[in-house]
Each structure stands twice: as structure tokens, then as C-alpha cells.
């Protein structure tokens, strides 16, 4: 007889756990990415790969039993090397992650302008082939009028 | 008499370019531009199709008459593939992702 | 004086956040832009061959102090031979490409000083930040940092875009991000796939890893890493499926910042490439799968191009078809291709941007970019546009300039290693290159110029004029005495086979 809590045990020893809930975090960030039409709900299943990535990467640095890969003094070098986690994926997982944050606030200032010129969210309206009929034809033309590089600079920095 | 007939309605296909991407194309030179298009998009791949000789010769005859008949009979070919490749998101996302899937499913599961 | 290999970047990065400080002090802006933009190409030509380890942490085993006091499990280990550190690595190819690299940014940068009233520190932000992270991808011998500096100089071409005020811009870039979020971080799983096998990211390492057969080369690990890592080059370099999106965002740029832009896919392409080819072209499919894309990218890029009617897309189209002559020499992976593929490298960048500089001026002349409503543009410019039929000539391969001889040189190759079909489709895909440069140009500058079109009363801004000569110039120069480039390149190859 297997019970469920005995699997979850070793699902959660091995690193197995936290690579599938990765895949699942990407396989449900695709999903969303490509067919949701509120572009806000694409961006947040972009997060979603990211996310899914991040944690693929940094599943890998996990070791059974491992310590933390800090060398205190005393420590024995050669038990030490034998036992302690492997630190690099965290050190690139942090740097991800920032990229990852940057490319999001992009993403989320241009859903704004967007927003702001179309009146929508709605991506087969704003790039589908039926011309937006704009809503306001003025406000269109003064929001045009207003792309200028200072608006830029805001969405960047 | 059929078959003639056939032939004859493919170069009136071929003529009636104009027609079909009309849109875009009205001068001249845009009609020849559709029709080097279409020659060179058929002739490369035709000559690359030829490359499977290096598997099989067999293989590369089926292939290479199997490709010119369904290239000639499809005639006019770019303007459909103008509209395939057009800057919609939702055809790019499903070439991208078409080809995502070819690519890991051939590499992955092509070499065991 | 290897402390300049890590300037290289450092420079344009601390320059660019200055620009950003001091944005809207125009005097000081434009000063400090163009004493970098000097800068640039002229560090290449004084720094050393050499590795420089970042934080000075070399390999355990170049240092036997050290090596004494580890573990002997370790010090006998490969361990003892892994870089630890990231290590950027300067060789005669990366001294080329950053050289011409640093020639267009210059002008790219200046062109667009000049021409712009509104001085923006912003886009000169995004062009020296853009500059460095591609500076970076050269340089880097860590597959990890390629990844950030690459990610880095994807949202730099979003900004790039975003400055300009074209129509659909926001569009575009949304639509490019988008890709992009599914693109890249495939890439990163893929790198992630290779550092849980190998436990390193430094492309040497990983290198000796499978060569010495430290892991299995054949191992479904690194085959779905090798999928991945494909994928993401098909994105970053703008190859089939991506070529549409990479067109529009050449064509949604202004002219001065589209030639930099062009720089940029062009030279994470063949960083990428080379990455690629070092660490998997062990797989026996990995030169068929190049090959098919590359020649994908050409005959789509080609049929495209023909067909598009405003002429900043027309020479995006063609940008992202010449790119598949570089995977041809990829693909191909003999010592002579590969030569040939890095020499038409630099050759699309001096001449794409010189055709997009000076289309450019057409543009600006004018506001328009639709050839429809172009004509007779030549009674006011005849002297820039018999300087622009030359660069188109380059483009389309034609003797005695430089595209001519990197263009032979792949043909020659495709013939040595028998594949004439590749090389009949090489020269096909550039006669028609010529028929739509040629047809761009009749319709700019030969045509009957149509009653409506206004064109401004002003000369056409000197800094541009300079530009088109100077690229012109390399354009010959390089057509004339290829061996000035292809020497180190072809070291290069040597090394990489």
C-alpha cells in the first residue's frame, strides 16, 4: 500500500517537488501568456515563466542533507566541500530576478500608454486587425502629442 | 482536354495576382515584384529540396516532384504567405510556439 | 593592460547613466556623447589580448599557493581547472567586431545629435547602454552573463523604439516584449538545463566538461538543453519564426537608431552563434537544423522584402535575410564558412547602416517612408544618393566592394563542402537582394516625383553626409583588402574547430 503522505515525503526530499510545481509554473505562465486576451493577464503569465524558470534554476543548488554554503571558521574543508550546497544558482537566480522585475515594470508602463491611447485591454483590440475605431478621436491625438521623451525616460528608469 | 484546361486556369491564377493581394499592389511594379517573389520562393525551395539527396536519391525525386506540384498547383503563393506573416501577435505567438514545439519534439525524442 | 577589457563596458555604462543624470542639459549631454562615442572605437585598438577574471579570481590551478591548502579531492579534481569568476576573454575577433561596433554607435549617436532639436539624454542613455551589453555578449566567456547583458540589450531596443515617434510604436514593442518573455526565458532554462549537468556556466568549462566526457554528451539533459538554448538563439538573433517582429522594430525606430539596432541583432547573432557552435556542434544534427534555418531566414526574408512598399521595412526585411548568410557559415562549420559567415557579419553592419543612414535622410527630407508616395528625390540630393546605389551595390554583393568578397567566400565554401545547392540559392537570394534595393531606389529617387510630395527647403544635415562617406569608405577598403579582417578571423575559425 502506498499512502499519499509517504510520496510527498519523497517528492519533497528529492528535489522532484519543486521541479514539477517549475514545470507547472511555466506550462500555466504559457497558458496565459498565449490565451488570455486582457494584456494585463498576459504580463502576469509572463511572470509566471519567469517565476518557473527561477525556480528550475535554483531547485538545482538544492543537495539532501546539504548545509549552508557559508565557510565558518573551524569548519573542516574537506567535510565542508563534501556536504555543502551547491551556492551559484542562488547568486544567478538573484540576478534574474531583477531582470525579470525590470522587464515587467516595461511591460506594465507600455500596457498604461497602450490603455491610455486605445481605451482597452483588450489585445485583439488594440492589435487585431479591426481598426480601433478610437474612442475619443481627441484624446487619442492629445496622448500622441504627449509621447515625448520625457514619457519615455519615465517608463525606463 | 482537361488537363489543358487546368493549365490554362493556372496562368490565368498567375495573372490574377493583381486581383488578389489588391490591397497593396496596384502599379506595376508591384505586380512584378509579386511575381519575382513567387519565382524565387518556388526555385529555392525546389533547389533546396534537392538536398536530401545527401539521405536518399529516391527520397529526393518523390520529394522534389511531390514539392513542385503542390507549389505549382497552389499558385499565387505570396499572398498567403504574406498574410501567415504578418505583424498580428496572435500568428507570430502560434509560429513561435509551433516551432518551439517542432524543435524540442525533434531534437528530444528524433535522436534516442 | 588588460584593466581596458572590462572598461570596454564599464565606460559606455557609466556614461550612460550620466547622460540620464544630466538629461536635459543639452551642451553637456552632446559633449560628453561625443567624447565617449570617440572613445569606443579607439579602446579596442589599445587594449591587450588577454582574460581578464572578474574580482581576480583565476582558475585554482594558476595559482599554487592557493591549490596547496584545498582539499586534494578538489585539487585533483577538474574543479582545480573551472573558472570561478566571470571571465571576459579579448581575442583578435572580438577586437574586430567591437572596432566596428564602436564606428557605428559613433555615428549613430552623432547623426542623431545633430539631427534631433530635442537633445535626449534618455536615448542617449539606451544607445551607450545598448552598446556596452552587446560589448558585453562579445566579450563574455560566461553563457549566464550573455543571458543578463543579452535580456539588458533587449529592453534598451524597446526604449529605442519607444523614443521614436512613430505610429505604432507602443504596439510594437509590446508585441516584441511579449515574444520576448517567451523566448528568453527558454533560454534560461536551457542554461539552467546545462548548469545542473556541467555545475558551471563558463563556456570553457562546459566545453572540456563534454569533451573529456565528464558527462554524457548524448544525454537527454543536454539534448533538451541544446532545444532550448536554439530556441532562444532563434529569438535573440531574429531568425524565422521571429523574423517578422524583428523587421518592425527596425522599421517602428527612427533611421539613426535603426543602424544601431541592426549593430546589436547582428552581434548578439554571432556571439550567440559562436556559444552555440562551441558547445553543441558535437551533435551530429546541429549543422542540418542551422542550415535549415538559416536558409528559412534568407528565402522569408527575400520574399518579404520584395514585397513590402515602405522602404525602412524593406530594408529590415533585408537585414533579417542577410543574417542567414551568417548561419550558412555556421551551418556549413568549416574553417572557410565560418570565416565567411563573421566577415559578412561585419559587412551587414557597415552596410545596412549606411543604407538606413542614408534612407534616412529621405525621411527626413520629406516625413514620409512610403515609396508609393516617394519620387525624384535625386534632383535634390545626387550626390548622397549616387553614394547610397554604391552601398545598395555592396549589399547586393557586387565586385569590388565588400559584400562581394564575403559573399564569394560562402559560395566558395558551400561549393567545397558539397553543398552547390546552398551555393546556387546564395546567389539567387543576392540577385534578388539587387532587384529590391533596385526597385527601392527607382522608386525614392528615379521616379517621376509625384505633384504632392513636399520636400523641406533645408540641406541635408552634414553629420550624415560624413557618416555615408566613412562607410562608404570601409565599405571599399574592405572590398579591396579583405585580409584586414579576415586574418584574425579566420585564426579564429581555426581555433574554433
Known amino acids: 500500500m502506498i499512502d499519499t503522505a509517504s510520496i510527498m515525503n519523497i517528492l519533497a526530499d528529492t528535489q522532484l517537488l519543486s521541479l514539477f510545481t517549475s514545470a507547472a509554473f511555466i506550462i500555466v505562465g504559457l497558458y496565459g501568456a498565449i490565451f488570455l486576451d486582457n494584456i494585463i493577464k498576459k504580463i502576469i503569465g509572463i511572470a509566471f515563466i519567469e517565476e518557473g524558470a527561477n525556480l528550475f534554476i535554483l531547485t538545482l543548488g538544492y543537495k539532501q542533507g546539504g548545509v549552508i554554503p557559508i565557510f565558518l571558521p573551524g569548519m573542516n574543508a574537506e567535510w565542508f566541500a563534501a556536504n555543502s550546497a551547491y551556492p551559484l544558482p542562488q547568486a544567478l537566480v538573484l540576478t534574474t530576478i531583477v531582470i525579470g522585475a525590470s522587464v515587467l515594470a516595461v511591460m506594465l508602463a507600455i500596457a498604461m500608454v497602450l490603455y491610455k491611447k486605445h481605451g482597452t485591454l483588450s489585445a485583439s483590440e488594440i492589435f487585431g486587425d479591426k481598426k480601433i475605431i478610437s474612442r475619443n478621436k481627441n484624446s487619442t491625438s492629445k496622448n500622441r502629442g504627449s509621447n515625448n521623451f520625457d514619457d519615455v525616460g519615465d517608463a525606463n528608469e | ?112 | 593592460m588588460n584593466e581596458l577589457i572590462a572598461l570596454m563596458v564599464i565606460i559606455p555604462i557609466a556614461c550612460a547613466l550620466l547622460l540620464n543624470l544630466f538629461h536635459k542639459k543639452d551642451n553637456t549631454v552632446k559633449i560628453i556623447a561625443i567624447v565617449v562615442a570617440i572613445v569606443l572605437p579607439l579602446i579596442p585598438i589599445l587594449a591587450n589580448f588577454g582574460l581578464h577574471y572578474f574580482g581576480g579570481h583565476a582558475p585554482l590551478i594558476t595559482n599554487p599557493s592557493l591549490l596547496e591548502k584545498v582539499p586534494e579531492t578538489i585539487a585533483n579534481s577538474s574543479l582545480a581547472i573551472f573558472h570561478p569568476a566571470v571571465t571576459y576573454s579579448y581575442e583578435a575577433i572580438q577586437k574586430v567586431f567591437i572596432f566596428f561596433l564602436g564606428i557605428v554607435a559613433f555615428f549613430a549617436i552623432f547623426t542623431s545629435l545633430s539631427q534631433n532639436k530635442k537633445i535626449s539624454g534618455v536615448l542617449m542613455f539606451l544607445m551607450f547602454m545598448g552598446t556596452a551589453a552587446v560589448t558585453a555578449l562579445l566579450l563574455s566567456d560566461d553563457i549566464f552573463h550573455m543571458y543578463i547583458f543579452f535580456e539588458i540589450a533587449a529592453l534598451t531596443q524597446v526604449g529605442i523604439i519607444l523614443t521614436s515617434k512613430t505610429d505604432n510604436n507602443y504596439e510594437t514593442a509590446f508585441k516584441y516584449l511579449i515574444l520576448g518573455a517567451i523566448g528568453a526565458p527558454m533560454l534560461l532554462v536551457g542554461i539552467g538545463f546545462v548548469l545542473g549537468i556541467v555545475g558551471s556556466v563558463n563556456i570553457t568549462d562546459i566545453v572540456y566538461a563534454i569533451s573529456q566526457n565528464l558527462v554524457y554528451p548524448f544525454s537527454h539533459s543536454l539534448l533538451i538543453a541544446f532545444g532550448l538554448i536554439f530556441f532562444g538563439w532563434l529569438y535573440v538573433s531574429g531568425l524565422p519564426p521571429f523574423h517578422t517582429i524583428k523587421a518592425n522594430v527596425y522599421s517602428q525606430a527612427l533611421p539613426n537608431a535603426a543602424a544601431l539596432l541592426q549593430v546589436f541583432t547582428v552581434i548578439t547573432f554571432i556571439a550567440f552563434g559562436i556559444t552555440i557552435f562551441r558547445i553543441f556542434s558535437y551533435l551530429p544534427f546541429f549543422k542540418t537544423l542551422v542550415l535549415i534555418f538559416a536558409l528559412l531566414a534568407m528565402i522569408l526574408g527575400i520574399t518579404m522584402a520584395i514585397m513590402q512598399t515602405d522602404f525602412r521595412k524593406m530594408i529590415g526585411f533585408l537585414a533579417v535575410g542577410e543574417l542567414g548568410y551568417i548561419g550558412l557559415g555556421f551551418g556549413l562549420g568549416t574553417e572557410l564558412s565560418i570565416t565567411a559567415g563573421l566577415f559578412q557579419g561585419i559587412n551587414e553592419i557597415i552596410v545596412t547602416a549606411l543604407l538606413f543612414i542614408g534612407f534616412g535622410t529621405v525621411l527626413y527630407l520629406t516625413k514620409t517612408s512610403d515609396t508609393r508616395k516617394l519620387g525624384g528625390m535625386i534632383e535634390h540630393t545626387p550626390k548622397l544618393a549616387i553614394m547610397i546605389l554604391i552601398g545598395g551595390l555592396a549589399m547586393a554583393g557586387v565586385p569590388p566592394l565588400n559584400g562581394f568578397q564575403s559573399k564569394l567566400m560562402i559560395v566558395q565554401a558551400a561549393l567545397d563542402s558539397g553543398f552547390p545547392e546552398i551555393a546556387i540559392i546564395a546567389v539567387l537570394i543576392s540577385i534578388v537582394t539587387f532587384m529590391v534595393f533596385v526597385k527601392a531606389f527607382h522608386s525614392i529617387y528615379l521616379k517621376p516625383k509625384p505633384n504632392n510630395l513636399k520636400v523641406l527647403n533645408k540641406p541635408v544635415p552634414n553629420s550624415s553626409i560624413i557618416a555615408i562617406t566613412v562607410l562608404l569608405i570601409l565599405c571599399i577598403v574592405l572590398g579591396l583588402f579583405p585580409q584586414l579582417v579576415t586574418d584574425s578571423i579566420s585564426q579564429f575559425a581555426m581555433g574554433l574547430i
Open chain 2, 1 to 112: 482536354m482537361e488537363l489543358y484546361d487546368k493549365i490554362v486556369n493556372s496562368f490565368k491564377g498567375i495573372t490574377s495576382i493583381k486581383e488578389k493581394v489588391k490591397d497593396d499592389l496596384t502599379t506595376n511594379e508591384s505586380v512584378s515584384s509579386a511575381l519575382a517573389a513567387e519565382l524565387v520562393l518556388i526555385s529555392t525551395l525546389l533547389i533546396a529540396a534537392i538536398m536530401f539527396r545527401h539521405i536518399n536519391i529516391i527520397l529526393t525525386i518523390v520529394v522534389v516532384l511531390g514539392l513542385a506540384l503542390i507549389l505549382i498547383t497552389n499558385m499565387p503563393l505570396i499572398p498567403k504567405l504574406i498574410k501567415e506573416q504578418s505583424d498580428s501577435l496572435e500568428k507570430m505567438m502560434f509560429y513561435v510556439i509551433l516551432t518551439l514545439g517542432i524543435l524540442i519534439t525533434i531534437i528530444y525524442w528524433g535522436t534516442i
